[in-house]
């Protein structure tokens, strides 16, 4: 008996080394990163290296970071990532709330449309839906964007498999209270999907967020540009040899952080989403 | 929805006047047909939102796609002219289509054997929940949630070839330094052990939740059987989550014939174009020499692949994918 719980013991404290250390190594890149904010470009590049900087100046980091006038870029970030997403998963919910409970004749083939689309790489439409912006006067405005991310089939894909789980059931007895469809979706569809419509929601933030080829393209003048964008300004204005590390860094951290507190919000839904909802069995 | 009930209101009250009953029968016939009509398309309205930006940036622009590439536009004049199928014929006869298709396929297949392979083994560590196995998870899908262009910096330092962390541990374990994003050799392997290390988390997220509906039963059955964990690994874990492994498989390949954004940021297709993937000689070609033609005949290169792989992976599923 004695043998046996020293056992399990064992076991579990292999394995918490064992995972604890694959963390660290998934982490320490961005450890190094936020950490590289607060130390000197000498710092960064000494060897051996030091993964804590020598000071702590906060008022300097601080001073730093409006410095380097970052704002704007997430602010754009943030209204994409939360604006477009909003409006994507409620166009994507509206799609696929038709596609499963309201019987029509053209859904099968409408489905097979969405699923060939899903199968397309967004990159191969980029010329033509250029042009088709640039004769809408959408071109360099976060509209234009927003707009032409709207139709997420992803998002439709995930839906339509949490909603196929439900009970038929629930509908038909809402239906036979008379309420509408709007209703139906609002106060019962939705609050039994709501893992799968949070982690569509956190997918499609950090996808409009962190875009950067798609907005690189229509996005000109430096007051629209996303954090990608924002980022990849910075690491060219300087040149890549005289180029202030800490600064770089400073500014990457700071893009990262509103997506970590938005997930950390979510984390609950987040992986039961993905775990129970993905669409497979 | 307004328009419903300003109507049904209306109509509620018509009946009440008797001095318009031939009228007013003929409001209830026009009240039904818009009740019919309401009916018959909520479907409709339900999808338009939908169907609007569909139709204008991905299925217009596709067909749009398909026919630049039989021209010669350059985007700034005006004119096209129609050059059949030079295009294709000029593309498929360069030198740096024929490395971009190479990269393309040694990177996807590159990324996504070894993510597999990763995140199933990573998944393993995460059989039923222990005390701060959800840390563990979060931190290996972190990476997957930082823009790529974020973290893209951080991995440039770690393969600076003469201060970078790489070549730093490379040393200490007492092999030679590598040259890295600074080599045509090794540029490559840079950029995928990167998208190995920023993918994996996702991987290993689905491969938790297929393992979780493994029923426990079975085990327990095949233990009683003598079976070795090996042998219950290799006849049962492996059948019953290849549906999973099959549908990573799929949404991985499309989406590393994608990539763009690591390699836009560490190596812009260098060095010697020994990272120039499909979509980056797609962007080149298109945004930066304008030449809209072969571009767009690149496009469709990269929407046969996909089609081809999707097609196959299909057929392929039927034979040894087990669908319970």
Known sequence: MQSHILKTWFFHLTRHFIMGSISFIFLFPLLWMVLGGFKTNNEIWQQPYRLLPGNWHFTDVFNTARGIQFGPYIFNSLLVGIVGSAATILCAALFAYALVFVKGRFHHRLFWLVLVTYMLPSAVTYVPSYVLLARMNLLDSLTGLMFSNLASVFAVFFLRQSFLKMNYEYIEAAQMDGASHLAILRHVVYPMNKPAFITVGLLTFVQNYSSYMWPSIILSSREKLLVSQGLRQFFIQEGAYGMNWSEVMLGSTLTVIPILVIFALGQRWFTTGITEDSGLK | ?324
């Open chain 2, 1 to 324: 929805m307004d328009k419903h009930i300003a109507l049904s209101d209306s109509s509620l009250r018509t009946p009440d006047s008797e001095s318009t009953t031939a009228g007013s029968s003929q409001i209830q016939d026009l009240r039904k047909m818009f009740i019919c009509w309401w009916h018959r398309s909520t479907v409709l309205r339900f999808m338009i939102p939908f169907m609007i930006p569909l139709t204008i940036f991905w299925i217009l622009p596709l067909i749009g796609s398909f026919l630049i590439s039989f021209t010669d536009w350059n985007y700034i004049s005006p004119r096209m002219n129609f050059v059949g199928l030079n295009n294709y014929f000029h593309v498929f006869t360069s030198h740096g289509f024929q490395r971009a298709v190479r990269n393309t396929i040694l990177f996807s297949l590159g990324t996504n054997m070894t993510t597999i392979a990763l995140g199933l083994v990573m998944a393993m560590g995460f059989q039923n929940h222990y005390r701060g196995s959800r840390f563990y998870q979060m931190a290996i899908f972190s990476p997957w949630v930082t823009p790529a262009v974020a973290v893209s910096m951080v991995w440039s330092w770690i393969y600076q070839p003469e201060r970078g962390l790489a070549n730093y541990l490379l040393t200490s374990l007492g092999f030679a330094p590598l040259q890295w994003l600074h080599s045509s050799d090794t540029a490559m392997l840079g950029i995928v052990i990167f998208t190995i290390w920023k993918t994996v988390g996702w991987t290993m997220l689905f491969y938790i939740g297929a393992l979780e509906r493994v029923p426990q039963s079975l085990y327990e059955a095949a233990h009683l059987d003598g079976c070795s964990a090996w042998n219950r690994f290799r006849y049962i874990t492996l059948p019953l989550i290849s549906p999973t492994t099959f549908f990573l498989f799929i949404v991985n390949m499309i989406t590393s014939i994608q990539v763009y954004d690591q390699i836009q940021i560490m190596t812009q297709g260098g060095p010697g174009g020994s990272t120039t993937t499909l979509l980056y000689l797609y962007y080149q070609q298109a945004f930066q020499n304008f030449q809209m033609g072969p571009a767009n005949a690149v496009a469709m290169v990269i929407l046969v692949l996909i089609l081809v792989l999707s097609i196959l992976s299909m057929k392929i599923s039927k034979r040894w994918v087990h669908y319970d």
